[in-house]
């Protein structure tokens, strides 16, 4: 029995081999490339171990779910720590306690709970605060870039930036991979002067082949923990539990009905990763849909994408590991700023669909005004636990105001007493599946249907929930469970 399971996924695997599989695993290196590049050169991740782990967490995952599940960076920790020039210390403490809470919320199925009761308005802002952070870390690096050219900068100024941005644009709506040639081009110039041009002087150390193996082992200080995860983690909690866990989900059921992911799976996986891989300074990573959705687009219709994204960074991180560190530091500015930049507008431009689904203009102004408040504070004080927590003020307060505190109690009450049917009602987050969906097809053209589907769970649009729980039962200052970013 085991055997003949075994000879049928590996027939699967075989005949999902294509040039399609391997286009869609490039989908999501817009987003992991720069964050793990910027994180790497300042020392707050350990490039073994991220390549080490990510690589396994790839091939690990796609065989448990068997759909392209991508392994992207926690990016409103990345943006925090980038920002705030955390420790690698304070960097994993956050990843350890996001990664604890999601793990346990999914063993105890209760993940719903925290979709269900956090204000729409506090998650976009933070979406939009920390791609407004990544933006700042961007303009921190090419700030100081000459434009004019000569011998000692032909590989990094206001050139190359101009230049890499207008490329990105022409490509932005086509399923070129931006990301990756930008890349090489870059990896190219950062070799013709370790190598060639600036050889003796550079002062680094080459990359090394042999065999590199995760040899770090972090041990955050109780004050560390306190400043990564109040400082990083907190506000990273939600977008984790929605995106990475919920619309994930979601997400999988539409384009894969065959090869449903229960939300505990999901976040189980998610804790999983980092409870282990943190300890030895890898990056926090967790799903996402946006990651599926990029990797789809670009070709991936089964595990085979990210089986092939997973080996070639085990083989990287075995072959290499941190001696790349080195050859990175003279990776340059120009490029790695607007990787860096386009990063930050995606993620911040999934704050535009915080009022999808909501007709009630003072509501509308509500949301509005509670994500502002959330991205001012976040990047005022490069902190998505204070930027949190005064979105969640911000929506208490106004929410009281809308509504009077009589109205506003009887309606916390009624939420509360209803916590025991969002509990139990786990498929509430659900979509419907669509009809004529076969995710074994070994056509690899792109369904615009689909992808009509996918733009909308990455906008955050509305879909047909087969949800029971109205959105009257729901506290007055949370968004309701048919919001999906």
Same mark, same amino acid.
């Given at each position: 029995?085991?055997?003949?399971?075994?000879?049928?996924?590996?027939?699967?695997?075989?005949?999902?081999?294509?040039?399609?599989?391997?286009?869609?695993?490039?989908?999501?290196?817009?987003?992991?490339?720069?964050?793990?590049?910027?994180?790497?050169?300042?020392?707050?991740?350990?490039?073994?171990?991220?390549?080490?782990?990510?690589?396994?967490?790839?091939?690990?995952?796609?065989?448990?779910?068997?759909?392209?599940?991508?392994?992207?960076?926690?990016?409103?920790?990345?943006?925090?720590?980038?920002?705030?020039?955390?420790?690698?210390?304070?960097?994993?403490?956050?990843?350890?306690?996001?990664?604890?809470?999601?793990?346990?919320?999914?063993?105890?199925?209760?993940?719903?709970?925290?979709?269900?009761?956090?204000?729409? #308005?506090?998650?976009?802002?933070?979406? *939009?605060?920390?791609? =407004?952070? &990544?933006?700042?870390?961007?303009? @921190? $690096?090419?700030?100081?870039?000459?434009?004019?050219?000569?011998?000692?900068?032909?590989?990094?100024?206001?050139?190359?930036?101009?230049?890499?941005?207008?490329?990105?644009?022409?490509?932005?709506?086509?399923?070129?991979?931006?990301?990756?040639?930008?890349?090489?081009?870059?990896?190219?110039?950062?070799?013709?002067?370790?190598?060639?041009?600036?050889?003796?002087?550079?002062?680094?150390?080459?990359?090394?082949?042999?065999?590199?193996?995760?040899?770090?082992?972090?041990?955050?200080?109780?004050?560390?923990?306190?400043?990564?995860?109040?400082?990083?983690?907190? #506000?990273?909690?939600?977008?984790?539990? *929605?995106?990475?866990? =919920?619309? &994930?989900?979601?997400?999988?059921? @539409? $384009?894969?009905?065959?090869?449903?992911?229960?939300?505990?799976?999901?976040?189980?996986?998610?804790?999983?990763?980092?409870?282990?891989?943190?300890?030895?300074?890898?990056?926090?990573?967790?799903?996402?849909?946006?990651?599926?959705?990029?990797?789809?687009?670009?070709?991936?219709?089964?595990?085979?994408?990210?089986?092939?994204?997973?080996?070639?960074?085990?083989?990287?991180?075995?072959?290499?590991?941190?001696?790349?560190?080195?050859?990175?530091?003279?990776?340059?500015?120009?490029?790695?700023?607007?990787?860096?930049?386009?990063?930050?507008?995606?993620?911040?431009?999934?704050?535009?669909?915080?009022?999808?689904?909501?007709?009630?203009?003072?509501?509308?102004?509500?949301?509005?005004?509670?994500?502002?408040?959330?991205?001012?504070?976040?990047?005022?004080?490069?902190?998505?636990?204070?930027?949190?927590?005064?979105?969640?003020?911000?929506?208490?307060?106004?929410?009281?105001?809308?509504?009077?505190?009589?109205?506003?109690?009887?309606?916390?009450?009624?939420?509360?007493?209803?916590?025991?049917?969002?509990?139990?009602?786990?498929?509430?987050?659900?979509?419907?599946?669509?009809?004529?969906?076969?995710?074994?097809?070994?056509?690899?053209?792109?369904?615009?249907?689909?992808?009509?589907?996918?733009?909308?769970?990455?906008?955050?649009?509305?879909?047909?929930?087969?949800?029971?729980?109205?959105?009257?039962?729901?506290?007055?200052?949370?968004?309701?469970?048919?919001?999906?970013?």
């Amino acid at each position: 029995m085991i055997t003949d399971r075994f000879k049928e996924r590996a027939k699967r695997i075989k005949s999902n081999l294509t040039l399609h599989e391997l286009s869609g695993s490039l989908g999501d290196l817009g987003t992991l490339l720069p964050i793990m590049i910027s994180l790497a050169v300042s020392g707050q991740i350990n490039l073994t171990s991220t390549l080490w782990f990510g690589g396994i967490y790839n091939i690990f995952t796609g065989l448990l779910f068997q759909v392209p599940m991508c392994v992207q960076p926690m990016k409103a920790i990345a943006a925090t720590v980038l920002s705030s020039n955390m420790t690698i210390e304070e960097n994993m403490s956050a990843g350890l306690g996001v990664s604890a809470i999601v793990f346990f919320l999914g063993a105890t199925r209760t993940i719903h709970l925290v979709g269900a009761y956090t204000p729409v #308005g506090a998650i976009r802002g933070i979406q *939009l605060g920390a791609g =407004i952070s &990544l933006i700042k870390k961007a303009h @921190d $690096l090419v700030k100081d870039l000459p434009w004019k050219i000569n011998a000692d900068n032909w590989s990094d100024n206001n050139t190359w930036v101009l230049l890499s941005f207008i490329f990105v644009i022409i490509c932005y709506r086509t399923r070129i991979p931006s990301a990756l040639i930008l890349f090489i081009i870059g990896l190219i110039f950062a070799l013709i002067r370790m190598f060639g041009t600036e050889r003796d002087t550079l002062g680094l150390s080459w990359p090394i082949a042999g065999g590199h193996y995760p040899d770090t082992v972090i041990r955050p200080t109780p004050e560390q923990f306190r400043t990564g995860f109040g400082g990083a983690g907190i #506000g990273q909690l939600p977008l984790t539990c *929605l995106n990475s866990v =919920i619309a &994930l989900s979601a997400l999988i059921d @539409d $384009l894969f009905p065959n090869y449903h992911a229960d939300t505990a799976s999901i976040s189980m996986s998610v804790g999983g990763m980092n409870l282990i891989g943190c300890w030895f300074g890898s990056m926090p990573f967790c799903h996402g849909s946006g990651g599926l959705a990029g990797q789809y687009r670009f070709g991936a219709r089964s595990e085979v994408s990210i089986i092939i994204l997973g080996l070639g960074k085990l083989l990287l991180g075995i072959v290499f590991g941190s001696s790349l560190v080195g050859l990175l530091q003279v990776f340059p500015n120009s490029i790695l700023g607007v990787m860096l930049f386009i990063s930050g507008v995606e993620l911040a431009s999934a704050a535009r669909a915080i009022n999808n689904g909501v007709s009630d203009e003072v509501k509308q102004k509500e949301n509005w005004t509670v994500m502002l408040v959330t991205m001012a504070a976040l990047v005022a004080y490069s902190n998505d636990g204070i930027g949190f927590l005064a979105g969640l003020v911000t929506a208490l307060i106004l929410a009281v105001e809308r509504l009077g505190i009589r109205k506003w109690f009887e309606e916390f009450i009624r939420a509360l007493k209803d916590l025991p049917h969002k509990w139990k009602n786990q498929e509430a987050f659900q979509y419907n599946k669509p009809c004529n969906a076969n995710p074994d097809l070994k056509t690899h053209d792109l369904d615009e249907r689909r992808l009509s589907d996918e733009e909308s769970l990455e906008n955050g649009q509305q879909k047909n929930l087969n949800s029971t729980t109205s959105p009257s039962s729901l506290p007055p200052t949370t968004a309701t469970t048919h919001s999906v970013p």
